[in-house]
């Protein structure tokens, strides 16, 4: 069996440990394994690379991907679909792995009306797809904020400000709330929940009130105050997917605060820092362990499907299941965000 691979979308940390993973569990089942280059873009100009055993050897700790990434999507390019089938029987594909979040994945899924046979495998630091209970790279990023605000603490606390932390989460808070339990963050803003200027400001206040002379907040890039029609958008981009370039809600809620306290309020947007770096321990073994699931599921035929984490299990979960809705923080946690008010 010939598998070809590629990764598409943002990166995220654990990306090389599954590529490795693909490979070397694949030569143990004589199944030979192609690179196609920069995501989608890849099978669309036919960019392959050989991925053999020397090719994956010593990436294992190595965040980002070898193979390069890339927002394309075949659907809006001239003769798209068309195109990325011709490389696939030039190359004599039997199966593709794509690596990546919703937008990487449903293409996959959109290509099996085309004959493509498929398998994704879930990565995103968002954590935001549906059917598992994590995706590759949701840990190391939690890595980074959890740094980030203990560092951002000590700071704080010597000079008597507010601090804020803006991180990435598009549409889900996973990043906000779990990120903001493990730093300590006094307030955490999510997607999921409108966020309210006065009430923040009370916070801030409650804790001065109580001797506290700063406050820490964490604040998803996707989270919407009150009364504001939207997301706030730094730059007016949009991706191939029709998604909008979000940031900047930091500032606007520290110009907000600046406006009535006399704290000194600062910001702070991790941005691309909590998305590179090496692989955290639990992304590496859920790389390895979707990696060779992904062979396992090639082999015994199965297609159109994801793998998934599902407690210590690895599933497959068909792609039609997984795509399509951003996976919210369940109502179930979200009683972490005022844990301590
Ligand atoms: O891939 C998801 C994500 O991490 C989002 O949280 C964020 O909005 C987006 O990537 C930004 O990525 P880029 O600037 O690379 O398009």
């Known amino acids: ?25 694949g030569a143990k089942n004589d199944v030979e394994v192609v690179g196609f280059l920069e995501g989608w873009r890849g099978p669309l100009e036919d960019l392959v690379q050989p991925m053999t055993l020397a090719d994956v050897s010593g990436i294992l700790h190595i965040g980002g991907t070898i193979l390069g990434s890339s927002r394309t999507n075949p659907f809006n390019e001239p003769g798209g679909p068309e195109r990325v089938i011709e490389t696939m029987h030039g190359n004599a594909i039997d199966c593709l792995i794509a690596i990546g979040g919703d937008d990487t994945m449903g293409v996959a899924h959109r290509l099996a ?66 990120g903001g339990v493990a730093g300590g963050a006094d307030v955490i803003l999510l997607p999921e929940e409108h966020f309210n200027v006065d009430s923040i ?102 297609f159109d499907v994801m793998t998934a984490l599902h407690g210590m299990k690895i599933e497959a979960v068909p792609l039609a299941d997984a795509l399509g809705t951003p996976r919210p923080v369940p109502e179930g946690l979200l009683y972490m965000v005022d844990l301590f008010d």
């Open 201 to 302: 400001y009370t916070q801030i206040k409650h804790r001065e009130s109580m001797k506290k002379r700063f406050s820490i907040v964490i604040v998803a890039e996707g989270a919407t105050p009150a009364g504001l029609s939207g997301q706030v958008v730094d730059e007016a981009e949009v991706d191939a997917f029709g998604h909008m370039r979000l940031g900047g809600v930091g500032q606007y809620l520290a110009n907000r605060l600046s406006e009535r306290m006399k704290m000194p309020v600062r910001v702070t947007n991790l941005a691309y820092l909590q998305r590179g770096g090496s692989p955290a321990p639990f992304d590496r073994i859920l790389a390895t362990r979707f990696g060779a699931a992904a062979i396992e599921f090639a082999l015994a035929g199965t």
């Open 113 to 178: 009306d085309y004959g493509i046979r498929a398998i994704g495998i879930p990565q995103t630091i968002d954590n935001d797809i549906s059917g598992t209970d994590y995706s590759l790279g949701f840990f190391s990023a939690l890595e980074a904020i959890t740094d980030a605000l203990d560092r951002l603490h000590t700071t704080a606390a010597s000079h008597h400000r507010v601090l804020i932390l803006e991180v990435m989460g598009r549409d889900a808070g996973w990043l906000s709330l779990m």
């Open 1 to 25: 069996m010939r598998v070809g691979v590629l990764t598409g979308g943002g990166d995220s940390p654990g990306i090389n440990a599954a590529l490795r993973s693909i490979v070397r569990f």
